[in-house]
């Protein structure tokens, strides 16, 4: 980086926003500290993310806070086994003039939540994923830019999956993070009926423009890295693969295939980021720790043996970080 005093103020900016973030959001969400962190993480690393979670927890009054809190617009989609890719991506109609203009559809919009995205057909789930991908749709020859910044959120019910059409490994791989929404405590709980069973409303300020959010994620690209961090986390995507040079005992034993490169460039990625929003200016070894669970969750297969032994991926990865 060459103006390091400059990098150093930018850095201690993002810390100072992104506290001011969480608290705007805290107004709305009880509890749920790490999804929130993860969020915003892959927010600023221009990741997109899955939401796992059982209804009910506030998955989408969580997107919809973050939308205010960054001033950004936001869109909900519903994805049923009836959805086209037109419903999403926009269609083509005859105008007065009998010329024939294109109609945006709802994904034109910065944060996008596309509920239950197992619920819906392969070839609109890839209308969806042409658009996190390349950062444009294709409809009828034209190509369209997406809005900036613009972020995809999907959630997924790990209940019910009778009738749902399960993303490839490959689609998954599309997304930076595999977030699990777990139930709220005792406490928390008590808190979240409190606040909503009064007649109380909040008020979410926003906290950071586009063209700040746009700046924050140059920034993060920008964070210089150590080669020991660099090998660091390629080593440890490298221990997901079976029968390979780097292959663990447990990865050999209970894994069918591992992570691929987009998870080595993921885990540095997000260690830069959660460098940055811890007020460091280079990341180290435990902030590649700190994200390696979401990182690799979706991006490992378990094998059969795992599978009958009852063993957790979340297990596996555990033992090889």
């Not at 998955?59 to 909900?76: C, D």
């Not at 294109?102 to 994904?107: A, D, H, R, S």
């Not at 599978?307 to 033992?319: L, M, Q, R, T, V």
Request: net charge neutral; hydrophobic share 40%.
């Amino acid at each position: 980086m060459s103006n390091n005093s400059g990098a150093a103020a930018a850095v201690q900016e993002l810390g100072v926003k992104y506290k001011a973030l969480k608290s705007e959001i805290g107004k709305v969400i009880v509890g749920q500290e790490k999804v929130i962190d993860l969020l915003l993480l892959s927010i600023f690393c221009k990741g997109h993310s899955l939401l796992v979670g059982v209804p009910g927890l506030a998955k989408t009054l969580l997107v919809n806070t973050t939308a205010q809190a960054l001033g950004l617009k936001f869109n909900r989609i519903q994805f049923t086994p009836d959805l086209m890719p037109s419903d999403i991506v926009g269609s083509e109609i005859l105008d007065e003039n009998r010329k024939f203009k294109f109609v945006k559809g709802p994904l034109f919009s910065n944060i996008i939540l596309a509920d239950e995205i197992n619920r819906t057909p392969p070839k609109t789930q890839s209308a969806l994923l042409e658009a996190m991908q390349e950062r444009s749709v294709t409809a009828a020859g034209n190509t369209y830019p997406m809005s900036k910044p613009f972020f995809v959120l999907a959630t997924q019910n790990p209940i019910e999956q009778e009738g749902t059409y399960p993303l490839p490994e490959a689609q998954l791989d599309r997304f930076m993070f595999n977030i699990e929404v777990g139930y709220p405590t005792f406490e928390e709980e008590l808190q979240i009926v409190k606040s909503t069973t009064a007649g109380a409303s909040v008020q979410v300020n926003e906290v950071l423009s586009e063209q700040e959010i746009i700046k924050f994620q140059d920034l993060i690209r920008q964070i210089p890295v150590p080669d020991s961090v660099y090998e660091f986390a390629v080593n440890l995507a490298s221990a997901t693969r079976p029968n390979t040079a780097k292959a663990q005992d447990i990865t050999n034993q209970y894994l069918a295939w591992g992570a691929g490169p987009r998870a080595s460039q993921y885990l540095v990625l997000g260690a830069k980021c959660h460098a940055a929003l811890n007020g460091k200016f280079s990341p180290d070894k435990e902030d590649v720790l700190a994200i390696a669970e979401p990182v690799l969750r979706h991006r490992v297969v378990k094998n059969y043996k795992a599978e009958a032994e009852g063993i957790k991926i979340e297990d596996i990865i555990k033992k090889l970080v």
